[in-house]
């Protein structure tokens, strides 16, 4: 089984729409992310929580909630969609590598906002 | 200006090609750097890291290092088809409230041809 899981991995909504895209992972961290990747953009962090009772803005949170239910299950919430939050959306998970941290992603959201 | 700008690609060598990515940063207080693979419908994976300035070398990809410069580099020998796959650089500060938080390039898209 996948270290971290992503649901749905597919999504047509309709603008204004409220939408939840879940993120579980079963690495035992405490440090959870979700980015959006678009093309030429790159990835670009919505939020993240470095613990249950730790969640932080990123650089792209408008538009944006995430709620962290337990270690394990960090979930992305869109109020409101819109066109232009089409895109791939990534959860992760990260651990310390070498002083390092490294980030273990998911397979990914797909989501089309008509 | 982006923090870490990223050459855009895309990229196409033929089998055996040496190959050369490559990242520019402007934030000086980057101690940490990344390469992240990112195969077509895949979440990144870690590909290599390193600390500060130097090279290291695992296999057939070599990362250098140029803080003096702010430009990182990964190098591929002997590339495979296998190889075929977005990548992007990623770049982090040690300690403090940024600890943990990556940031990213915009990834170059490398395919290569039998």
């Known amino acids: 089984d996948a270290d971290v899981t992503q649901t749905p991995r597919n999504r047509i909504t309709k603008t204004g729409k409220r939408i939840m895209l879940e993120c579980s992972q079963t690495k035992g961290h405490d440090r959870m992310y979700w980015y959006r990747q678009d093309p030429g953009l790159g990835l670009r962090l919505i939020y993240y929580s470095f613990d249950v009772k730790d969640i932080n803005k990123g650089e792209i949170s408008d538009g944006y909630s995430v709620s962290r239910q337990a270690q394990a299950k960090f979930s992305l919430s869109l109020e409101s969609a819109i066109p232009n939050q089409t895109a791939l959306y990534f959860c992760a998970t990260s651990d310390l590598y070498g002083g390092a941290e490294t980030q273990y992603f998911g397979p990914g959201t797909r989501l089309l906002v008509l | 200006q982006k923090e870490v700008e990223q050459d855009p690609g895309p990229l196409s060598v033929p089998e055996g090609a040496i190959v050369s990515l490559n990242c520019t940063y402007s934030n000086s207080a980057f101690q940490y750097f990344m390469w992240y693979r990112q195969y077509s419908r895949k979440g990144p994976e870690l590909l290599m890291y390193?600390?500060?300035?130097g090279n290291k070398e695992d296999g057939r990809f070599t990362a250098q290092v140029d803080k003096s410069s702010k430009y990182i580099s990964l190098f591929i020998r002997d590339s495979q088809p296998s190889d075929s796959a977005t990548y992007l650089c990623a770049m982090s500060v040690p300690g403090g409230t940024s600890y943990g938080k990556l940031t990213f390039g915009q990834g170059t898209i490398l395919t290569v041809h039998p």
């Open positions: 390193t600390y500060s300035s």
